[in-house]
């Protein structure tokens, strides 16, 4: 639970006085970008994830109500899902990873599109895919 209470309410009250404290100065000058970098967590549990993966889902909506509230002042909000990035806090995990580097390049891409969803790895670009199938991955076992 403690877990839960620094991730999901520490970025609750983060964006909500992001979102307060800059919205009129976006408005001002035709709109912004806040990228919420999430994961693919937001949508299935693995073993031993359950509160990590209950705080990014808990961040996605968040992201999702910040979306609906800028929109109408051209603000994009973002949402990044990727499964791991090669940082310090993977370092253990032997899966595949994406690079900073190529994650940075894709949202800068994202934003410049427009796209208010970013899904920077194949593992995110399945789990989405699979979200309204009969089979999805979160009713599905991981390997």
């Known amino acids: 639970m403690a877990r839960l209470s620094i991730a999901w309410f520490a970025r609750r009250d983060q964006c909500d006085w992001s979102a307060c404290r800059y919205s009129g100065l976006w408005k001002r000058n035709g709109g912004g970008a806040v990228v919420n970098i999430l994961s693919v967590l937001s949508w299935v549990t693995i073993n031993n994830t359950g509160s990590y993966s209950v705080s990014k889902s808990a961040a996605w909506a968040i992201t999702n109500g910040l979306r609906t509230e800028l929109r109408g002042q051209t603000t994009l909000v ?3 899902h990727p499964a791991f990035i ?4 993977t370092a253990g995990i032997n899966a595949p990873k994406a690079l900073p580097e190529e994650v940075v390049r894709q949202v800068l891409e994202g934003i410049e599109q427009g796209k208010e969803e970013i899904l920077v790895d194949e593992v995110g670009r399945s789990v989405k895919a699979s979200l309204s199938t009969a089979t999805p991955a979160y009713l599905t076992p991981a390997h």
């Not at 090669?86 to 806090?89: L, Q, V, W």
Request: no cysteine; net charge negative.
């Open 78 to 80: 973002v949402g990044v």
């Open 86 to 89: 090669d940082t310090d806090m």
